[in-house]
């Protein structure tokens, strides 16, 4: 195990060098709690800038993968600052302005990835919108089936016990 003299400057260096408290603890061959009572110990505060991170925008899975967390933990954080997330579905509820503009680049034959990127939405987001239509399409285009089934009523006598 590595003692590095216990000073600010050290464990300031220590967070650049290494990243987080985890890596610091892993490298140095302690425990994350011995890092973390050292970091308030020197009144270093190490974590996530929610409110900067919210700002950057984005749903609750982007801001999610962008700091390898939990979708919980983003709305989470977000709830406490008093951050709207925009849920996915209602993401793709705005997304019916693009559906023609979608429909048209997937008949040409486009993927969803290059439509995505074109109109900055995600690619499940394109996937879903062109679904929807699709299956509008194919019901409207179905016939409704006829049924030739007699209905039959049956009676039942009293038992007489």
Known sequence: M????????NFEALLKRFGTP????YALGCSVGVIYARLRKF?????????????????????A??????KV?????????????????????????WQTEILKARSAGETYASIA??????????????ERQQRKQRAAAKKPLI???????????????
């Open 147 to 161: 049924s030739n089934t007699i209905r039959r009523t049956v009676w039942v006598s009293d038992r007489t016990t």
């Open 22 to 25: 985890k890596e610091v603890a």
């Open 117 to 130: 990127g074109r109109l900055g939405l995600t690619i499940r987001q394109v996937r879903v919108i062109a």
């Open 65 to 70: 993968a962008r700091l390898g967390c939990a």
């Open 73 to 97: 933990t983003v709305y989470t954080r977000a709830k406490e600052l008093g951050v709207a997330l925009t849920p996915i579905s209602r993401r793709v509820a705005a997304g019916d302005a």
């Open 2 to 9: 590595i003692n590095p003299q216990p000073t600010r400057e």
């Open 43 to 63: 009144g270093i505060k190490y974590g996530v800038d929610w409110a900067a991170e919210l700002a950057k925008g984005g749903d609750a899975a982007e801001i």
